[in-house]
């Protein structure tokens, strides 16, 4: 089984080893570039906790210079791999909510209901979790540590090995990853090569852009666990 692995680096790398740790194949090729943009500083007063969307916000706050600070505060993650990411990167109080950014906010509200929560954050993401708060009470200053850019192109290796038959499924981790691997493929005329291959989504939003043009196989549950026990038991 060989696996086409979209998102973008480090999380891809890291990614294609969970997949080869567990038996498969993997192929990678980022559809989404980052850029680092968080401030200097991050404004704390007042701040009671750190709401936290993606496992990257773990290593950028880890490399800041206010980490001391930031690691002084309790923070509550969507996912469990953010959680471990979070952990690993020496905050000590850390909660999931193991689930989306709307069980996020409810496990929020339940531990802080008084809370006024630091959101670092991409500049696109999914859900609208100051608006989720904001309905329970809560204050959330989103602040835009990085922002993921679309990459034009697929590798002209992994194009071929496509065109080939040579890579059984794509791993899709976002919308916006889904979106961007349509987009390249669109642009070297290749769209029907999603019907040779299996299309496996972390979620139903995420896969949703190439449901036109294939069948988008959908994980149980929101995590990479999950979409990872899901494609390698398929492919």
């Known amino acids: 089984m060989r696996l086409l692995v979209t998102r973008p680096q480090p999380e891809c790398r890291k990614t294609a080893e969970r997949v080869r740790a567990l038996g498969g194949e993997a192929v990678e090729a980022p559809m989404l570039e980052t850029r680092i943009t968080a401030p200097a500083s991050f404004d704390l007063t007042g701040i009671t906790g750190l709401a936290v969307t993606s496992s990257r916000t773990a290593g950028i706050l880890k490399e800041h210079r206010q980490i ?11 996912g469990a791999r953010t959680a471990e990411a979070m952990t690993s990167a020496g905050f000590e109080t850390v909660v999931s909510a193991d689930g989306d950014v709307l069980a996020l906010a409810v496990l929020i509200a339940v531990r802080q209901p008084e809370g006024h929560l630091l959101y670092p954050c991409a500049r696109d993401r999914a859900g609208d979790l100051e608006g989720d708060l904001a309905a329970r009470g809560l204050r959330c200053d989103p602040v835009i540590v990085y922002e993921t850019n679309p990459v034009d192109q697929i590798p002209a ?39 040779k291959i299996r299309v496996f989504a972390i979620s139903p939003q995420a896969g949703a852009p190439l449901a036109g043009y294939t069948c988008v196989e959908t994980a149980a549950h929101p995590s990479e666990d999950a979409l990872l026990k899901l494609a ?4």
Do not use: W
């Open 157 to 195: 290796d992994v194009l071929d090995s496509l065109r080939d038959g040579a890579i059984d499924g794509a791993l899709i981790y976002s919308r916006r990853s889904a979106e961007a691997f349509l987009n390249a493929l669109e642009m070297a005329d290749s769209t029907g090569l999603l019907k």
């Open 68 to 78: 001391s600070e930031l690691q002084d505060l309790p923070v509550f993650t969507v």
């Open 232 to 235: 390698l038991n398929r492919c």
